[in-house]
C-alpha cells in the first residue's frame, strides 16, 4: 500500500468521475484480479493512521464487490467529516485499487440573488441545503427542483432559476441560487371538455376561482377541480366527475386555456312511496341522502339502514322494494316501502344450554324483552346477527379446558 496526496480538485467532478469507473467490471466476464490498492488523501489533511488494515479487497484474489462496498462503509465510518471513493484502474495484469479521501464541504452560506418572485422566507423553507451543513448535490437539486416547481405553479411560466456553487481551499462553500423572474402567465380561456349534461358552462364558471384573464394558479385551479366536482355532486349529479385540469398554451406567450376534463351525468331523484319522505329524511335514513358518489353497493347499504329504522320501530316484516325510472338527464329512484303490522317481542327463550345460566347468556346480546328506557322490545335483523356472532364468539371459548 501507498500514499499519495493528489491536489485539490473540484471534487464533484472527482465523484462523478469514480461513479462512472465503478461499473466497469461488471457484467459477464470473471472479476480481474486485484494488483494493489492505494489510499489516497488530499494535500494537507492528514487522516487516521491504520487505514489499510480496513480496507477488505484481497491482493492477488479476484475483485469481490461486496469486500470492495465493505471497504467504502468501513473507511467513511472511520474518518468523520470526509468523502470516499473507489476508483478502478485496468491494466494487462489486473486492476488496481484506489480509495480516494477528502474532506467534506461544508456550506458557509445561501444566498438568493437576482429578482426572486416570492419573500425570501418562502424561499428559504423550499431550499433542503442548510448553512453549516456539510454540501449534498442531492440536497442542492431537490431544493432546486422545488423552487422551479413552486414558480411554475404560481404562473411564472418563464421564471429562471440557476445554482452556484463556489468552494475555497479551506472546505468552506457559498451556494447561490439566482432568480430571473419575468411576469406571471394569465388565463385566455376555460373550457369545459365533455357532457354537461342539464347544465351549462355559465353555471360552471360561477363555481370556480380562476377564471378568464385572471393569474395562473395551479393549486387553485386543481382546488377548483375538486371542489367543481363535491359541487356536483351535493346538487344530485351523484356520478359526476372532474378530472385533473390541463393546462394547455393559448394564443399569445404567458397566455394559457384551461381544460377541465368533465362528466356530469344525469342528477339523481329519490321519491318515496308508503312512507313520509320528509320524516325519513329528518331521521337521517332517506336514501342517497347524502353527497357520496352513487353506486349500487351505496344503494344497498342506505336501504338497510331504512329497513332496521321500521324494525326498530316495531315493523318487524317491513318490505322495502326500489324501482328506477333512468333518463339522459334525470335518474328516479322510486323506494316503495310497506310497513306492514307492529311486532312487539313478548321474551327471549334459551334451549339447549343448560350449563350456562340465562343471566349470562342475557349480558351478550341486545335483543331483549323490554327496552332500556320502558316499553316493549323489538325484533331488528341486524341486531340479531350481531347477537349470534356474539354468543359463537363467547361459546367458542366458554367450554375449552372442560
Do not use: N
Amino acid at each position: 500500500m501507498t500514499a499519495a496526496a493528489p491536489r485539490r480538485r473540484d471534487r464533484w467532478a472527482l465523484a462523478l468521475a469514480l461513479a462512472l469507473a465503478l461499473p466497469a467490471v461488471a457484467g459477464s466476464q470473471p472479476a480481474p484480479v486485484v494488483s494493489a490498492f492505494e489510499i489516497r488523501v488530499e494535500e494537507g489533511w492528514r487522516p487516521a493512521a491504520g487505514l489499510a488494515e480496513l480496507v477488505a479487497v484481497e491482493v492477488g484474489a479476484p475483485l469481490d464487490r461486496q469486500a470492495l462496498r465493505h471497504s467504502l462503509r468501513s473507511l467513511r465510518a472511520a474518518v468523520e467529516s470526509s468523502e470516499v471513493e473507489a476508483h478502478l484502474r485496468p491494466h494487462a495484469d489486473g486492476v488496481d485499487v484506489i480509495f480516494a479521501l477528502w474532506t467534506q464541504v461544508r456550506v458557509s452560506e445561501v444566498r438568493l440573488a437576482g429578482e426572486p418572485c416570492f419573500k425570501p422566507a418562502r424561499l428559504y423553507e423550499l431550499i433542503e441545503q442548510q448553512p453549516g451543513a456539510p454540501l449534498s448535490e442531492s440536497r442542492l437539486l431537490r431544493g432546486l427542483y422545488r423552487l422551479k416547481d413552486v414558480h411554475r405553479e404560481a404562473g411564472f411560466l418563464e421564471a429562471r432559476i440557476r445554482l452556484a456553487v463556489d468552494s475555497d481551499d479551506r472546505g468552506d462553500a457559498v451556494v447561490a441560487y439566482e432568480f430571473e423572474c419575468g411576469a406571471p402567465a394569465t388565463v385566455y380561456s376555460v373550457v369545459f371538455d365533455g357532457d354537461l349534461g342539464a347544465l351549462t358552462p355559465e353555471v360552471l364558471f360561477e363555481r370556480l376561482s380562476i377564471g378568464r384573464e385572471t393569474r395562473l394558479d395551479e393549486p387553485a385551479v386543481r382546488r377548483d377541480a375538486r371542489e367543481l366536482e363535491g359541487w356536483l355532486l351535493v346538487e344530485g349529479f351523484r356520478t359526476a366527475r372532474v378530472g385533473r385540469p390541463e393546462i394547455r398554451p393559448g394564443p399569445e406567450p404567458l397566455r394559457v386555456r384551461l381544460v377541465y376534463p368533465i362528466e356530469v351525468g344525469p342528477r339523481f331523484e329519490v321519491r318515496v312511496s308508503g312512507a313520509d319522505a320528509a320524516q325519513l329524511e329528518r331521521e337521517g335514513v332517506l336514501p342517497l341522502q347524502g353527497s357520496e358518489r352513487f353506486d349500487e353497493a351505496l344503494l344497498l347499504r342506505d336501504l338497510e339502514r331504512l329497513r332496521r329504522y321500521f324494525q326498530e320501530a316495531g315493523h318487524y316484516r317491513v318490505k322495502i322494494e326500489t324501482r328506477s325510472e333512468a333518463g339522459d338527464q334525470l335518474r328516479r329512484i322510486w323506494v316503495l316501502v310497506e310497513p306492514g303490522p307492529i311486532y312487539e317481542l313478548a321474551g327471549v327463550a334459551w334451549e339447549g344450554i343448560r350449563a350456562l345460566p340465562a343471566s349470562r347468556l342475557e349480558t351478550l346480546v341486545g335483543t331483549t324483552a323490554r327496552r332500556r328506557f320502558g316499553g316493549k322490545g323489538r325484533l331488528v335483523d341486524e341486531l340479531l346477527e350481531q347477537d349470534m356472532t356474539a354468543l359463537r364468539s363467547y361459546l367458542a371459548t366458554a367450554f375449552v379446558g372442560r
